[in-house]
C-alpha cells in the first residue's frame, strides 16, 4: 500500500492533556451523538502557524486550559481519513481526511480553569478524566486507528506527576 497524497489531508493538531494522576482529559462532542463522541482536543491550523502555537491555541479554544508544561509529541503526521457521510455533508472541507501531529501536555491548574465555553465555537459540552485507553472506545470509529497511535505514543507518560 502507497502512502497517502498528504496534500489531500487538512494539517490538523491534537492534544493529550493528562492530569497529575495520569488520566487525560476527555470532552464529549457538543454536536454528536452517543456512543462514539469522546474525544481529545484537536484542531486545525491557521495559515502560518506554527503546529506548537496551534496546539496551544487549540487547547485553549476547546478547554480553557492555559496551565500546561510540554511533555511529547508525536514524529511525523498521523493520518485518518474521513468517512463517506463526513465527506458527503461538506464537512470534510474538501479534504479526504486530516493529517495530525500529537502533543501531550500535563495541565498544571487548578480545574476551575476548565471552560469549555472559552470560545465561541463551543466544541464540547462535558469533559471528565479517565484512563487513557479509555479514548479508544469513545471515539469516532473512523478515528481509532489514530488513536491507537496516539495511546501507543503517550502510553509512558499516563502516570502521576513527579
Keep these: 500500500m502507497s502512502a497517502p497524497d498528504l496534500s489531500r489531508y487538512r494539517t490538523n493538531v491534537g492534544i493529550v492533556l493528562f492530569n497529575r494522576d495520569g488520566q487525560v482529559f476527555l470532552g464529549r462532542r457538543a454536536d454528536t451523538r452517543p456512543p462514539y463522541n469522546w474525544q481529545f482536543p484537536q484542531g486545525g491550523v491557521d495559515a502560518g502557524e506554527n503546529l506548537d502555537d496551534a496546539a496551544l491555541r487549540e487547547l485553549m479554544e476547546e478547554t480553557g486550559v492555559r496551565t500546561v508544561r510540554f511533555l511529547a509529541a508525536t514524529d511525523g503526521w498521523i ?52 484512563p487513557l485507553e479509555a479514548a479508544l472506545e469513545s471515539v469516532a470509529p473512523f478515528k481509532r486507528h489514530a488513536y491507537e497511535a496516539v495511546v501507543s505514543a503517550f502510553r509512558h507518560l499516563a502516570v502521576p506527576a513527579d
Design 79 to 130: 493520518v485518518y481519513d474521513f468517512p463517506e457521510e463526513v465527506l458527503a455533508s461538506g464537512r470534510g472541507r474538501g479534504y479526504a481526511g486530516q493529517k495530525q501531529v500529537w502533543y501531550a501536555f500535563r495541565f498544571e491548574g487548578e480545574e476551575s480553569e476548565i471552560q469549555l465555553d472559552a470560545h465561541h465555537d463551543i466544541e464540547f459540552d462535558q469533559w471528565r478524566w479517565a
